[in-house]
């Protein structure tokens, strides 16, 4: 079924929940069009630990310089290490992840969610510390690692041999 259809059936199975919610029946648990989907969350850690050392370092060229400057590029120089150390806390906190759908898998890249479609991947390489999708054409490789955003790469893994399995997709291991 397409993911519009998917959608329409998901809205109108809620719609009909909530009036028999209403009228004190109990909610149609009938057959769910869509599966759920296992999502596996990172960390975001490197960049915002750069962008923290960047700060402290401006903060630390502008206390040096203080003193034979006037004090609005004080304000300013603090205005910047503030800005900085609020990016760096933006980035940690907004958690990338790896969702697997019944059939597609999406992440977060770009500021968008990025999806593949069954039919888009050519295989799936697991090593011990990360996990690369390989697109066809120009779908590019989705790279996720251990080392880089703390990904628990062994259970997507597992969970991403099954989604392969269940599409013939091939699968390699290093």
Do not use: C
């Amino acid at each position: 079924m397409s993911r519009s259809w998917e959608r329409k059936v998901n809205k109108n199975m809620s719609q009909l929940n909530k009036q028999r919610k209403k009228q004190g029946l109990s909610s149609y648990q009938g057959s769910t069009i869509s599966d759920k989907s296992d999502v596996f969350k990172g960390r975001k850690y490197v960049l915002p630990l750069v962008l923290v050392a960047l700060a402290g370092l401006y903060a630390l060229l502008g206390t040096a310089t203080s003193g034979a400057t006037g004090g609005s590029n004080d304000v300013l120089n603090w205005v910047g290490v503030s800005l900085y150390i609020l990016l760096a806390l933006m980035i940690f906190l907004r958690k990338p992840y790896l969702k697997i759908e019944r059939a597609s898998v999406s992440t977060m890249k770009f500021n968008r969610e990025r999806r593949l479609a069954v039919s888009d991947i050519e295989k799936i390489k697991i090593a011990s510390g990360s996990v690369v999708i390989q697109g066809k054409g120009k779908a590019g490789n989705w790279v996720f690692s251990r080392m880089m955003n703390l990904y628990d790469t062994k259970a997507m893994g597992e969970r991403l041999e099954e989604f392969a399995k269940t599409h013939q997709i091939p699968v390699e291991h290093d």
